[in-house]
């Protein structure tokens, strides 16, 4: 057995708690996974995982040197990435994690700029609304939008992306132009459950916050399907500026509520606190950096 696999498979096992998604993890099978730590507790004289029928522990021995292979393992393909990618580029695979709307609309188009310059380099991009377990799942990186902060995770700001009441011209002809948040009441608005609070609509005007209940007669979890109905004229929207940008500019929706500032939603990468970034991991993290500030919609 080589040292190296051997950390390998026991530290995604201890990360992941489960042989199965290490092997998922690794990409290899479930046995050779487990036979590597096997081999690894052999080769130390010492047990580093305790098996249960439902899940898998770690020992205190195990604990101990989980606190120092992450970074060792970082560190290893770091030397060995640089040897070649001078010269050949970045290789392998990044696992990137998004929410769905953000991801299709603007992270797909990012790693299709990032990866251009390296044949060699895989994407594997995951589009999820729903919380996503970096250590569990294998995923290197993730944009999450929000002020969550989690212990185990580093974090690097993007930006932030802005809102917008919108409404399409035929609505308004037929039901009227609101001019100030309470007249949303008076209104059909179609509430985004992904928002924290979706019946109730927040804004800023001259540093003071505003605060509407909604009448909430269509609620969907797509931001994208917010904006979609409200182009056919089924009411009221409240959107991230990112997928307002053709509707906008053609007319197809108008922007409400002049002087009232939309929720604004930081926008951060995430990643695994502990251990040392790969470069192309490294190298992701500037690029989206540089390429979100270039962003003009956000």
């Excluded at 479930?30 to 770690?58: C, F, P």
């Excluded at 007319?251 to 502990?274: C, D, F, Q, S």
Aim: a neutral charge; one cysteine or more.
């Amino acid at each position: 057995m080589d040292l190296i696999d051997g950390l390998r498979a026991f530290v995604a096992t201890a990360e992941t708690g489960s042989f199965t998604a290490a092997a998922d993890r690794l990409g290899m099978s479930n046995r050779l996974t487990s036979k590597y730590v096997a081999e690894l507790e052999d080769r130390l004289g010492t047990r580093l995982l305790q098996r249960t029928t439902r899940r898998v522990g770690v020992t205190p021995a195990g604990e101990t040197l989980l606190t120092r292979a992450p970074a060792l393992l970082g560190e290893m393909e770091a030397m060995l990435q640089s040897v070649t990618e001078d010269s050949r580029g970045f290789s392998g695979t990044l696992r990137i994690s998004a929410p769905v709307t953000f991801g299709e609309v603007y992270v797909a188009g990012l790693l299709a700029r990032f990866a251009a310059p390296h044949p060699d380099l895989t994407i594997d991009l995951r589009l999820s609304d729903a919380y996503v377990d970096l250590a569990a799942e294998g995923v290197d990186l993730a944009f999450r939008v929000g002020d969550t902060a989690i212990p185990s995770l580093k974090r690097r700001r993007l930006g932030q992306i802005g809102s917008l009441v919108v409404a399409a011209p035929d609505y308004l002809a037929q039901q009227g132009t609101p001019q100030t948040p309470q007249d949303l009441t008076g209104h059909l608005c179609i509430a985004d459950t992904n928002r924290a609070d979706p019946a109730r609509w927040v804004f800023q005007r001259q540093g003071q916050t505003v605060e509407v209940p909604i009448p909430t007669r269509f609620l969907v979890n797509s931001a994208r399907a917010a904006r979609d109905m409200a182009l056919a004229g089924r009411g009221i929207a409240y959107c991230p500026r990112f997928i307002l940008t053709e509707a906008l500019a053609s007319g197809a929706l108008v922007p409400l509520l002049p002087g009232y500032e939309g929720t604004a939603h930081p926008l951060h990468v995430a990643y695994l606190e502990g251990r040392a970034l790969p470069p192309k991991l490294r190298a992701l993290i500037d690029f989206a950096v540089k390429d979100m500030h270039q962003a003009p919609d956000l």
